[in-house]
């Protein structure tokens, strides 16, 4: 199947301070990728659909400004959580999609980020 | 009524039981269906896509029913390494937002 590299694994970082995660398409060209958001014994959950070449679209309750998604490239995407808070301690997930119309997606090995 | 709902769980199962894991979806509309495996701080995989005319894969067999809006997964002679969580995932087909399940965490107990 595809591969989808995420980096880093783990994070530890102070309050107040960004952090940026990598999600690269190794062996094929991702037009959409998503991250999502996953807390302990919770489901995923959707933050944001992004678009190569575009804005993306984040979901409801997701603020835009605080976690900023770039998506520059075919094969990479990066999520910077900006001013960190312990709230925002979770895992971070990355899935890119080879053909959306099939809408299977392939996922990144994630990111936990911890912040003190 | 949440968009994806499956069977809370956990299910505990002794190894070469059967065990069958229910989803149902609200959104009529909903083209693409799929059974992914998660396991403890890790990533999700996909496990297999659901089809109208159900499909098998060695030891799971995935069912939909469109009509009832129902999604099922069975796995037959359950193994130790069959322990996971396995998440529910409903799309509406090219571009849409896909809505992943709560997911049922399976263990499988020697």
């Known amino acids: 199947g595809a591969v989808v590299s995420q980096h880093p694994s783990w994070v530890i970082c102070k309050s107040g301070t960004s952090v940026k995660i990598e999600c690269r398409s190794l062996d094929f060209q991702a037009t959409t990728m998503f991250w999502y958001r996953q807390f302990p014994k919770q489901s995923l959950m959707l933050m944001a659909t992004s678009n190569e070449g575009s804005k993306a679209t984040y979901e409801q309750g997701v603020e835009k400004d605080k976690f900023l998604i770039n998506h520059a490239s075919l094969t990479l995407s990066t999520l910077t959580v900006t001013s960190a808070h312990p709230e925002d301690s979770s895992f971070y997930i990355c899935?890119?999609?080879?053909?959306?119309?099939?809408?299977?997606?392939?996922f990144g090995a994630g990111t936990r980020l911890s912040v003190l | 009524r949440k968009e994806v709902e499956q069977d809370p769980g956990p299910f505990n199962v002794p190894e070469g039981a059967t065990v069958a894991f229910n989803c149902t979806y609200s959104?009529?509309?909903?083209?693409?269906f799929f059974w992914y495996r998660q396991d403890c701080r890790k990533e999700p995989k996909l496990l297999m896509s659901v089809y109208s005319s159900g499909n098998e894969d060695g030891r799971f067999t995935a069912q939909l029913n469109r009509a009832s809006q129902y999604i099922s997964l069975l796995i037959r002679d359950s193994k130790l390494s069959d322990s996971a969580t396995y998440l529910c995932v409903v799309g509406g087909g090219g571009g849409f937002k896909t809505i992943f399940g709560a997911g049922t965490r399976l263990f499988v107990k020697a």
């Open positions: 899935s890119a999609s080879a053909d959306i119309a099939k809408n299977i997606q392939y």
């Open positions: 959104n009529s509309a909903s083209q693409s």
